[in-house]
């Protein structure tokens, strides 16, 4: 049932979504989802948008009424009233999905954040949260990880390329030192912004261009470095390698952590490369698994630490 909760809140596409439970245990299981999804004080004060509910609610609708075996078996009517208000409130045609609260529970602790569902928006790959970020996030909340423990004993810690802001929210929410979360589009800071007063958390969001502002990181002295799915353009290449460099110039004991997806082997090849003749601290590279549920678990990650 935790895993249902979980991929309905963080708008798991439908065509991906693990039910884990077969129809005639969703339909005896039914008092439970109304509590879990319906009656969730997070997910009734921030739910998701109306065209992702529509599709979930006939989706589970669907198999609820494949259990059914007699006249006396009924499908809860909560469930027809929530696919009806979802009919009611999506919006007509086959333009692009909404934009929408998305809710990462991690130990049943949730983060919600208003997010864009297009990969690009308004210029910018940042309004969405990307399947890193929420790999990273999970690792700030196991404290069995190599990275919960680095933040645990940190004061200062920088986010690079922050976009909505999922990994800074969640080191606010799990440790006491200070979150700078940073970004350069101005569309993505209004988001950060708005993000961090919605889960009420002391992130301070920054402008930080790696081309001209290299001078915040020697204003910051950070103790610990994050960064998800930041590597994709080589053009981005120089101006991220001055700003790592500086992290480690400016406080020599300074560990950097950076995740991605393998989208492009030459790209990531040619910036792994770049660290490794360009840094003289430690570097460790790791392969990782995906355990974002449905969340593209075939594609391969990667773990870099520096320092």
Known sequence: MR???SQYASLTPIREFQWELSDKELFD?????????LNHPQLSQYPPSSQYRFSFYKCLISKLECALEDDDMEVRQEFYDEFMDALS?????????EASYKTYFYNDDPLTLYEDQTTISKGT????????????????FNPHTDLHRQLSQSSKVLELGAGCGLVSLAASKVF??????????DNVLQRLENNVKLNALPTKVLKLDWFKDIHIVSNIIPDTVVAADI?????????????????????????IFIRGVVRNEQTCKQFIDLLKSSIEHDI??????????????????????IG
Request: aromatic share 6%; with cysteine; net charge negative.
């Open 3 to 5: 895993q249902i909760v």
């Open 29 to 37: 299981s039914q008092p439970e989802l109304i509590q879990r999804l």
């Open 89 to 97: 409130q999506s919006k007509s045609g086959s333009g692009p999905p």
């Open 125 to 140: 790959t940042g309004l969405v949260t990307w399947v890193s970020a929420q790999s990273m996030a999970g690792d700030i």
């Open 176 to 185: 006491d030192g200070t979150v700078f979360a940073t970004d350069v589009d």
């Open 231 to 255: 590597v994709y353009d080589d053009y981005l290449f120089p101006p991220l390698l001055s700003v790592l460099k500086e992290c480690l110039r400016v406080n020599d004991k300074c560990k």
């Open 284 to 305: 460790s590279i790791n392969d990782i698994k995906n355990e974002c549920n449905g969340n593209r678990s075939h594609e391969v990650m990667y773990d870099v630490v």
